[in-house]
Each structure stands twice: as structure tokens, then as C-alpha cells.
């Protein structure tokens, strides 16, 4: 009786504390949804902190600042389009469910489990709970409750036409631009209000990730993921295909992307600009659009020298500078003596012919003159007063001439871009991405451009040449003109750079110099596959379809005609420097929320993913070895002049002691001296440089090289930066030897020998014949003989062979000629 007595109060007891708990939860839950009831402002739990950028010693390089571009508008005004495009991309059932879907949440779970990309399980409720009340950093099953529950909250407050606008006032649509009407000013220079079906499409794909499908930095896959949101309307019977498609060709028909509107990022003050626009793209990789870094605060910590940058940024200023100074003088002094001697002969032709036609070439170079200046001084006012008065009639007539000015400009402007690699680490520590950074010129050429290197791609297969054994740094190789055939027929015939022929030359020679023939004859001694496939892996082009893409089977391969940018020629040449081992280049280390808490630690990541020893992408024999070559452009190559003649190399160690750091490259310049390039490196660091124009077609000039431009930058840079630093060698492995061999053969030098070179060899490579060609028994005739040296047997394919007679007139062979590269 007495236990069932204290069982009973026990019972109550206990049912009042559970009733005390849930009381209080719910006079919680009332009183928080009763702050919902009494606002009608949006709510924001964390003030807004600017995220930090530090560099390598943890300077400051800039703020992503919270100084936010937004602009309210009410749903009502906006186009129907442009409601039903969020609607189709983001919740198509908006209008139908209570703040959540069970099946979006079901099918999101399931994409985390099997790792497949399904789609978001937030409708927009939840996308604007989340928002405005919880961390949406914070991946946890705590924060996706707290979400949902606030969801619930806002869906009892709020109407869905309120939410819904909301929702369009209050994410990130843009670099430091929320909403959808600052979003339409920033992309289209125009109000929400305006907004096209197509453009609808664009600014719906931004809520995704505001960078990654930004349609100025990345417009091929802006352009996807517009299809994709119109296919999707099209599907839901938003809108006809009809309507789609045409919208769709009208946008990326008249779209101009030098129409950026201006936003605070812009605005900032920034210390490296280029570097910091690197990093703001790969956070938005990093983060996927879940995190704010213009509002949470993080702190971001960086690979970048602050100090390597502001020195380089002032060589690569200068260098642009002057390659558009000699392009100018180089390309105006043809158009001026053509317009002083030609023109005037052949409008007196006209007058005394009567030829019609002729007389009007002054009229249309004066035409042209006179349309260019109207693009660069006059059409930036009519496009101002076309605002300021509203005569939106001038639009279409200024964009047209903003499209003609930016393709001129990129036609005939010479840019430029460096980057600088930690080859033992991998760290950029220097991005210059072009001239100036500014809202008309973002593409960071550093990175993201596919150019032409020229014969600064040589070493990538002389690499497998030296791996193939038949070749050596002494294998002699006969330069002169040849013709080489495709597997077509199609008859090839390079030349060498300012059309000058060597004769016998030692490999080491043929690349130090930058000789084509001996370089096409060293890719048709070890042939295409193993060219590629070690050029693929330096250049860490992985997918069979990419290098299939990338590597053409043709023999102008060797002279460089592939598409890639300065950062991947740098990661190949570290490889070189850093004994065979693989190169991975980031520049973030760690990304710290504003509690100090590590969300991101890439530098951690790529230690581990390492495990303590890098991939051995070449051995550390074969990266010597074209160190050693590498070493012989300075000292007697085309890098010679850059490198001061090697005096620039000469730096003061830890100690204040003076010495010669070692250091290997190359340098390349392109068929019509369209691109110049030097890529080098000591110990230490690597350096990339390009010049170029973004579109091709014209040529830099007779006189300007990668020797000549980008050589001297790389020197200068090479001085500074590895000064102070403990003294360091490139290590030497076991399994290559020095051997002496004679300069003029490349074989063991005899008494009669001139002079010898010592050099280095695989093991087991070094040559075992005596020289043949002075003294008794010597092959080769004197120098008052002419004609064909005689050649041994063994060595017969690298001067004649099926592929290589030099037969130009023979009409029945299609004919290719490539004039001078370097």
C-alpha cells in the first residue's frame, strides 16, 4: 500500500517536471516566435565581420568587407519570370508544403550517404531560417533541427509571398552584392524590373554559389547551369521552349562582359588584388556557397610573401609596359610608312586609272582611327549620359562599341602574368594575373589562361628522351634542314629561331640554344607516346580525354603549340627542382571562423594526402639530369642574357657569404613572336612569366623574345628572392656519374681532342667510344670539305631516315612550313 503510495508521487513528480521542461520549452518557443510576430525587420544574430586575408608571416592583404550593395524591392515588382525561375531551380512545391519536404530532405540524406551530388534538402523557408538564424557553417544534425524549427516558426508568421521576397532581398547573389535587385545592377546595369527570362536564369544559378557561376569569371558554366534552370521551367511549363531558346541565344548574343556593375570589392584596399581574387575563387570552391565570407568573419591564412609580390608586381608592370611600348613602335611604324609611301602612290594610281575603289583606303583608315577614339574617349560619356537622362535607346549602340573596344583591346594590348611556386611545398607564393586588376580585366592569366609555350615545353620530353637511354646530354645530333612526314603524309618543315642552322651539335647544345631540328629529331627518336605521356604527368594532365585534347600527334607538338597556362608549366619545371617529386600548388593554409576555430585546413590535408612522401612523378636521376641541361640555358643558352650572364644569381647566404645559387630553365617564345616565355628555378623557387595577347594574331615584335623580355624579369626576381636564405644545392642521387667527353663529338676525348666538357649521365649510359673525329680514324671531313658528315650506322635515324628527307618540291607532297620559333 505504502509503495504503491510513493510510486503514485513519485509519478506525479515527475509528470510535473515534464510538464515544467516542455512549459518552459514552449514559453520559449511562444516568446521567440513572438519576436517573429513583433519585427518586421530581418533578424541577424551575428553583426557582420569582414573576413580577413593574412599572408605567409600574417600580414594583412586585405578584407572581404561587409560593407554589403543591396537593395530592397517588393515582390510585386518584379517579373513573373523571374519568380518562377527561383521557384523551378531552388522549391518547386514552395506554395504547397509547410517549410519543409520530407522527399528533398530524404533525397539529400541519400546523396550524403552514397556521395552522390542529389540536390539540397532545404526548401527556401529553410534556406532563409537558416540564414538569418543559425551558423550554416556548422555541419551538424543539431544546426539542420534548429533550422527546421525556425522554418516552422516563419511559415506560422509569414505568408509565402513574404518569405518568398524575403528570400530575393536577403542572399548573396554576387561579390558582396545581396538581393536580386543590387545582383540585376551589378550583372545587367539594370533593375530587377527589367530582368529577361535569361537573365532570370543567370541570377537564379547564383544563389547556388556566387562565384563559381558568376557569368563574367566563369561564363561556360553560367551558360550550363542557365540551360539547365530553363530546360527545368520548360519542363514545369513555366515557360515554352520557344521562349526559352530564344531568350537564351538574345542574352549570350548581346551580353558584354566588360559591363560590370561596381561593387565595394572592388573598392577595397588591397595589397595584392590579383592574389586576393585567387583566393576569393577558391573559397567559394572550398565553401559551396555555405559560408558568407564577406559577413562571418573568418580569417584566412595564406602562402603568399607580400614582399615577393610587391617586387614582382613591379617588374611585371614594368615589363608590360615596355612589351606594349615595342609593340606600338614595331606595328606603327609599318602602318606609318605604309600610309606615307603607299598610300598616297595608289590614290594617285586611282586618279590617273580612274581605278575606283582604291581611293577610298585613307577614307577608311580614317573611319577606323576615327571609330577607335570614339571607343576609348567618347562612347564611356554617351553611356553615362544614356543613364543620367534615361535614353535607353543609346544602350544597344554602346554596347556594341564597348564589345568592339574589349576585342581590339585584346587583340592589341600585351598582358602579362607570373607566378611564383615553393617547389618543396607548393605554396604560390606570387600571383599576377595581368596589368591591372579592375572590374573590366579579371581573368587571371596566371591560372586560368591557355596559352602557347613555345619552347619552353621542350624540356618536358627531353625529360623522357633521358629516360629512353638513347639519348644523353652528349648524343651528337646533326642541325640542319629537314623535312618531317606525318602519318598523313603531310610533309613538315620547321626552321630554327632567326633561320640560322648549327650542324653538329651535342644534345645539351640543342636545348641550352633552343634548336628545333635536333629538338624534333629527339621526339621522333622516342616517339609521340612517351612525349606525351611524360609531358601529361608533369604537367599533371590526368584524363585520357584531356591529354588526347591536349597533346596533339603532330610534330609541331615539340615546338610547343599546346594550350597551358603558368602555373602548370611552373608545377612542372618544381618537379625538376624538387627531385622528381610531385608538386601540388595551393595558397591556402587554413581558414579560422571568427572564434578562432579551424573550419578548413588545406595545408594539412595536402600532408597527409602526401603521407610523407610525395608521388614520384620522374625519378630523382632524371630531374637532375635536366637540372644539369637546365643549368646549361644560363651558362651558355638562351637564359644567359636574363640571368645578368649569371651575375644575378650571385646572392648572400644566412651567413652573409657570397656564392652562386645553382639554377636551371628556359626560355620560349612562340611562331611570329606572338608569346614570350622564361620558366626557371633554383632550389628554392620557381618562377613562371608569360607575355602575350589574349587573343592571338599579332606579334610582339622581331625583337622581343622570352630571352629578351621575361628573361631579365626572371633574374631580377631570382636576385632578390633568394637572398638571406641557407645556402642550398639541387641534391645529387645515386645513380648518375660525371664523365669528360669531347666538345665537338660527345664521345671520350683522345689526345687529339681540342677540348673537353664534363657532363652527366645516367649510369650505365656514359659513352664507351673514343672520338672519331680528330685524329687517326676520325669520321667526319675537315672544315674545307662539304657535304654530309659520315655517320655510324647506329646513329644514322637521328640525321636522315624515312621521315626526315629533305624534299620540299616535290608536288606531290602536301607541304606545311613553320618560319622561326625559339
Known amino acids: 500500500m505504502m509503495r504503491g503510495f510513493i510510486f503514485i508521487r513519485l509519478s506525479a513528480v515527475f509528470i510535473v517536471l515534464i510538464a515544467g521542461i516542455i512549459g518552459i520549452g514552449l514559453g520559449i518557443s511562444i516568446a521567440e516566435t513572438g519576436n ?51 521557384l523551378a531551380r531552388e522549391d518547386p512545391d514552395f506554395y504547397n508544403h509547410r517549410g519543409f519536404s520530407l522527399r528533398a530532405i530524404s533525397r539529400a540524406a541519400y546523396g550524403q550517404i552514397t556521395g552522390r551530388t542529389l540536390g539540397g534538402g532545404s526548401t527556401i523557408t529553410q534556406q532563409v531560417a537558416g540564414t538569418l538564424y543559425t551558423d550554416r557553417t556548422e555541419k551538424t544534425i543539431s544546426r539542420k533541427v534548429k533550422e527546421l524549427w525556425w522554418a516552422l516558426q516563419m511559415e506560422r508568421r509569414y505568408t509565402k509571398n513574404e518569405i518568398l521576397e524575403i528570400y530575393l532581398n536577403q542572399m548573396i547573389m554576387g561579390p558582396g552584392t545581396y538581393g536580386v535587385e543590387a545582383a540585376s545592377k551589378y550583372f545587367f546595369n539594370h533593375s530587377a524590373r527589367e530582368l529577361t527570362l535569361a537573365e532570370s536564369a543567370v541570377l537564379v544559378v547564383q544563389l547556388s554559389s556566387p562565384t563559381k557561376y558568376n557569368p563574367i569569371i566563369n561564363p561556360n558554366e553560367a551558360m550550363d547551369r542557365q540551360r539547365s534552370v530553363l530546360d527545368k521551367m520548360v519542363e514545369l511549363g513555366f515557360a515554352t521552349k520557344e521562349e526559352a531558346d530564344i531568350s537564351f541565344e538574345e542574352y549570350w548574343a548581346s551580353y558584354d562582359p566588360t559591363r560590370l556593375g561596381l561593387s565595394t570589392y572592388f ?89 575606283e575603289g582604291v581611293f577610298a583606303a585613307t577614307e577608311n583608315q580614317n573611319e577606323i582611327k576615327a571609330a577607335n577614339k570614339y571607343g576609348r574617349d567618347l562612347n564611356p560619356t554617351v553611356d553615362l549620359l544614356s543613364l543620367v537622362f534615361d535614353v535607353p535607346e543609346l544602350k544597344p549602340m554602346t554596347a556594341a562599341s564597348y564589345r568592339r573596344l574589349k576585342s581590339y583591346t585584346e587583340e592589341s594590348l600585351v598582358e602579362g602574368a607570373l607566378i611564383v611556386l615553393e617547389n618543396n611545398t607548393g605554396q604560390i607564393k606570387v600571383i599576377i594575373g595581368g596589368s591591372q586588376y579592375n572590374e573590366t580585366n579579371q581573368l587571371i592569366r596566371a591560372t586560368q589562361a591557355k596559352v602557347m609555350p613555345g619552347s619552353a615545353f621542350k624540356p618536358l620530353y627531353y625529360s623522357a628522351a633521358i629516360d629512353s637511354r638513347k639519348f644523353t646530354m652528349a648524343t651528337l645530333i646533326y642541325d640542319a634542314p629537314v623535312v618531317f612526314y606525318a602519318a598523313t603524309g603531310e610533309a613538315y618543315v620547321p626552321n630554327n629561331y632567326q633561320g640560322t642552322w648549327r650542324g653538329p651539335v651535342l644534345l645539351y647544345e640543342a636545348l641550352g640554344l633552343s634548336l628545333n631540328i635536333p629538338s624534333l629529331k629527339i621526339l621522333d627518336g622516342i616517339g609521340f607516346d612517351a612525349a606525351i605521356d611524360r609531358s601529361a604527368a608533369l604537367l599533371d594532365v590526368t584524363e585520357p580525354a584531356d591529354k588526347a585534347r591536349t597533346f596533339p600527334r603532330v610534330y609541331p607538338l615539340g615546338l610547343g603549340i599546346i594550350g597551358v ?32 576555430r579551424i573550419l578548413i585546413n588545406y595545408e594539412q590535408d595536402i600532408r597527409q594526402k602526401e603521407d610523407g612522401t610525395a608521388i614520384q612523378v620522374i625519378s630523382p636521376q632524371n630531374a637532375y639530369i635536366m637540372t644539369r641541361l637546365g643549368a646549361k640555358a644560363i651558362e651558355m643558352g638562351t637564359l644567359a642574357f636574363g640571368s645578368g650572364y649569371g651575375a644575378k644569381l650571385n646572392v648572400k647566404d644566412d651567413k652573409g657569404v657570397t656564392y652562386r645559387i645553382p639554377a636551371g630553365g628556359k626560355t620560349g617564345t612562340t611562331q611570329n613572336w606572338s608569346d614570350a616565355w622564361t620558366v626557371g628555378y633554383t632550389p628554392y623557387y620557381t618562377i613562371a612569366i608569360w607575355f602575350g595577347f589574349d587573343k592571338g594574331g599579332n606579334s610582339l615584335g622581331m625583337n622581343v623574345s622570352g630571352a629578351t623580355l621575361a628573361g631579365p624579369i626572371w633574374g631580377n626576381l631570382m636576385q632578390e628572392y633568394n637572398q638571406g636564405l641557407p645556402r642550398r644545392d639541387f641534391p645529387r642521387p645515386g645513380g648518375v656519374v660525371d664523365a669528360t667527353v669531347c666538345r665537338a663529338s660527345g664521345l671520350l676525348p683522345n689526345s687529339a681532342c681540342p677540348g673537353g666538357i664534363t657532363l652527366t649521365f645516367l649510369a650505365g649510359t656514359v659513352p664507351e667510344d673514343h672520338c672519331d673525329q680528330h685524329g687517326v680514324g676520325r669520321n667526319y671531313m675537315s672544315s674545307d670539305d662539304i657535304g654530309m658528315p659520315v655517320i655510324p650506322e647506329a646513329l644514322r635515324y637521328l640525321f636522315e631516315g624515312s621521315t626526315m628527307n629533305f624534299s620540299p618540291e616535290d608536288p606531290d607532297i602536301p607541304f606545311h612550313y613553320d618560319p622561326i620559333w625559339d
Not at 530581418?42 to 586585405?62: H, S
Not at 576569393?280 to 555555405?290: P, V
Open 565 to 596: 597556362s603558368p602555373l602548370s608549366m611552373a608545377r612542372a619545371f618544381a618537379i625538376f627542382a624538387n627531385q622528381g617529386r610531385a608538386v601540388t600548388p595551393y595558397a591556402i593554409k587554413t581558414v579560422e571562423d571568427r572564434d578562432g
Open 36 to 86: 517573429i510576430e513583433s519585427t518586421e525587420n530581418y533578424i541577424d544574430l551575428n553583426p557582420a565581420l569582414p573576413t580577413r586575408l593574412l599572408d605567409g608571416t600574417g600580414d594583412l592583404i586585405t578584407e572581404f568587407s561587409a560593407d554589403e550593395k543591396r537593395e530592397l524591392i517588393a515582390l510585386s515588382e518584379l517579373p513573373r519570370h523571374l519568380i518562377l525561375a527561383v
Open 267 to 355: 573598392a577595397r584596399e588591397d595589397k595584392a588584388p590579383w592574389f586576393s581574387e585567387y583566393i576569393r575563387r577558391e573559397l567559394d570552391k572550398l565553401m559551396y556557397g555555405e559560408m558568407d565570407y564577406y559577413r562571418d568573419g573568418y580569417i584566412v591564412r595564406t602562402t603568399l610573401d607580400l614582399r615577393f609580390q610587391q617586387l614582382a608586381e613591379a617588374e611585371m608592370a614594368e615589363g608590360i609596359a615596355k612589351a606594349n611600348s615595342m609593340y606600338k613602335s614595331s606595328s606603327g611604324y609599318g602602318t606609318s610608312r605604309a600610309e606615307r609611301v603607299y598610300v598616297p602612290l595608289a590614290n594617285m594610281l586611282t586618279l590617273v586609272f580612274n581605278i
